[in-house]
């Protein structure tokens, strides 16, 4: 089965960036959407951005005009942008492939922590 890995966690200050890359183990069929997820310490899993199979993107409202997702499907990587991070966008992130008919695939997920 094809796994994912995420990269380019860190810490990071308030209004620094991150670029976060999502490789996959091997090419993957039938996938419906690609996004990034995050979960803050006490909180639940919360979608932060998603890129369809057709190439829209859309974003957590607070994520809008900083964060850019994308993919390059030769290099089977997602990539997320970050831009002016805050210290409440601290978490741990996580790529997911959403695929049609089948268990969506979850990477194991990378720590960003913004300081204040």
Do not use: H
């Not at 089965?1 to 993957?28: N, T």
């Not at 607070?62 to 964060?67: C, H, L, P, Q, V």
């Not at 992130?93 to 204040?116: I, K």
């Amino acid at each position: 089965q094809v796994q994912l890995m995420e990269s380019g966690g860190g810490l990071v200050q308030a209004g620094g960036s991150l670029r976060l890359s999502c490789a996959a183990s091997g090419s993957i069929n039938g996938v419906d959407a690609m996004g990034w997820y995050r979960q803050a310490p006490g909180k639940q899993r919360e979608s932060v951005a998603v890129i369809t199979r057709f190439g829209r993107t859309d974003y957590v409202e607070s994520a809008k005009g900083r964060f850019s997702i994308s993919r390059d499907s030769a290099k089977n990587t997602m990539y997320l942008q970050m831009n002016s991070l805050k210290p409440e966008e601290t978490g741990v992130y996580y790529c997911n492939v959403a695929l049609t008919g089948r268990v969506p695939l979850w990477g194991q997920g990378t720590q960003v922590t913004v300081s204040s």
